[in-house]
């Protein structure tokens, strides 16, 4: 896993917490965020790409094949 993908850099820059990546889901599909971990719900959409499920998205997580979005 990339170093610099290893936390959401919008969750760092927006909320101002260091979260780590995980797979979440939404209705398009799968994508690279974080959580929040009390209310369960999701805090950033990290990554451009959605996948077509768990698996790809998990996948991308550990060889860091995968875009950063810029922007909330």
Not at 25 to 47: F, I
Request: proline residues 3%; hydrophobic residues 35%.
């Amino acid at each position: 896993m990339n170093e610099k993908q290893a936390i959401g850099h919008l969750a760092k820059s927006i909320l101002g917490e260091t979260l780590p990546l995980q797979v979440c889901r939404s209705a398009n599909g799968h994508y690279l965020g974080t959580l929040d971990e009390e209310m369960g719900c999701p805090n950033t959409r990290e990554s451009n790409e959605y996948f077509a499920s768990y698996e790809e998205a998990a996948e991308a997580l550990a060889t860091g094949e995968w875009s950063q979005r810029l922007n909330a």
